[in-house]
């Protein structure tokens, strides 16, 4: 089977060849730049694109390092990356930046400076410090933090867009029909439209706002909803065609759980999005893949129930999160992506062979009612050796295929 068809017949619930490999195909399950240029070497790559597709500088997946790993899907863009990815010209949109002692690709829209102790600065905003792998906002930089405080909004004045930039949409509509002509891949277009993660008046005042004024949250969160529906009935007629499956975040858990609780939780979030996709299935072929960090097995079967088709990144080493307990509960019921190395529980100082072991439990166990997609936990970070990557790549190519004309009901 050639990866599109593939992917269809895997989203579809029909039978499958082997377990895809969908690493890249989303912003929240990928590499880190540095972990991804070790990736090519691993690969046997040589190949200087090295693109920047977020905030959190993790790489966009290009097609020979796709091709080599035998993967099934590409990410087609996202709103938290500028510059095009894909098609004639899209070098054009691209500059390079030295850092981590490799060279990257950044939009140019993004600004860098260097200070003279060798600490980054990205957009003035945020700054990797030297020997850092990542950029936040340091302290007393001035930059505002989700919870500093705030006049806090009335629903009244709440207006999101409920159009998306025609810019934006022609830009995706071309990369995405040049890749369904070009390439063989399954399309997953990323984040796109506007979410839930509302936090008017700050974190923490939205946050008490919820248990005092429910009334308003839930005014909030349906102009949301609406803004949401509306904007993917555009996004549907630009990609749809291509494009099978669709990305929406929200973290709604830490380590420990549902960071607000699952009773409130279910209170204030689960009509809304309950109703966003139900229409979402009404319009859109695409499939819901919700990226949520944390411990989310306390309103997993809440957001089943929702409509929510697949799951990422599927945090092992969160509360109640471990492949065993998720299959059980869950396994012939939703999709899950991700999951295979968790960086936490398997940090650099792990022995290959003991990530070989244990990515290849973590696979095995996932894939048992056959709805699983590989790749790692969230973005794995830019310190991961590159004897783990071969051991993750190893792991999964000793244990994806499937029986002849085996199903999702049937264990491998």
Not at 42 to 49: A, R, W, Y
Not at 111 to 129: L, M, T, V
Not at 167 to 189: K, S
Not at 346 to 366: F, G, M, S
């Amino acid at each position: 089977m050639i990866p599109r068809e593939r992917m269809k017949a895997f989203l579809a619930g029909g039978r499958v060849d082997r377990i895809p490999c969908a690493m890249g195909a989303c912003e929240t399950e990928g590499l880190h730049n540095l972990a991804y240029h070790r990736l090519k070497q691993v690969l046997g790559i040589d190949d200087p694109t090295n693109r920047v597709v977020t905030f959190m500088f993790n790489a966009s997946f290009q097609l020979p390092v796709v091709n080599a790993m035998e993967g099934d899907c590409v990410l087609l863009g996202s709103r938290m990356c500028p510059s095009r990815l894909w098609g004639p010209g899209s070098e054009a949109d691209w500059k390079d930046l030295d850092i981590w002692d490799i060279t990257i690709q950044v939009p140019n829209d993004w600004s860098f400076r260097q200070d003279p102790d060798g600490a980054y600065w990205f957009n003035e905003s945020s700054k990797c410090p030297p020997g850092g792998l990542y950029f936040d906002a340091p302290a007393g930089s001035g930059v505002a933090s989700a919870f500093d405080g705030a006049d806090q909004p009335s629903p009244k004045d709440f207006a999101p867009p409920r159009e998306l930039p025609e810019p934006m949409l022609r830009r995706l509509a071309e990369q995405a029909q040049w890749l369904h002509e070009n390439t063989d891949y399954c399309i997953f277009c990323g984040e796109v439209i506007s979410d839930l993660q509302l936090t008017p008046g700050g974190m923490q005042a939205w946050w008490m706002q919820m248990v005092e004024e429910p009334d308003a949250c839930h005014e909030f969160l349906g102009k949301a909803v609406d803004a949401a529906l509306a904007q993917l009935k555009q996004l549907d007629e630009a990609v749809g065609p291509y494009c099978d499956v669709l990305g929406i975040g929200h973290d709604m858990g830490d380590t420990r759980g549902v960071t607000i609780g699952p009773d409130l939780w279910r209170e204030i979030y689960k009509p809304h999005y309950k109703r966003l996709f139900t229409e979402w299935h009404h319009i859109t072929k695409m499939k819901v893949n919700l990226h949520t960090c944390g411990s989310v097995v306390d309103i997993l079967d809440d957001l089943i129930e929702c409509g929510v088709d697949i799951i990422n990144p599927v945090q092992t080493s969160a509360r109640g999160m471990s492949p065993d307990a998720l299959v059980e509960r869950f396994g012939e019921r939703v999709t899950f992506f991700g999951g295979a190395f968790d960086a936490v529980l398997l940090p650099k100082e792990t022995p290959a062979d003991v990530v070989y072991e244990q990515v290849k439990r973590n696979i095995k166990t996932l894939n048992r009612h056959g709805r699983y997609l590989f790749s790692g936990v969230h973005n794995l970070p830019g310190d991961t050796p590159q004897e783990h990557l071969a051991a993750m790549l190893a792991a999964y190519r000793d244990c994806r295929p499937q029986r002849e004309g085996s199903s999702r009901k049937e264990e491998t």
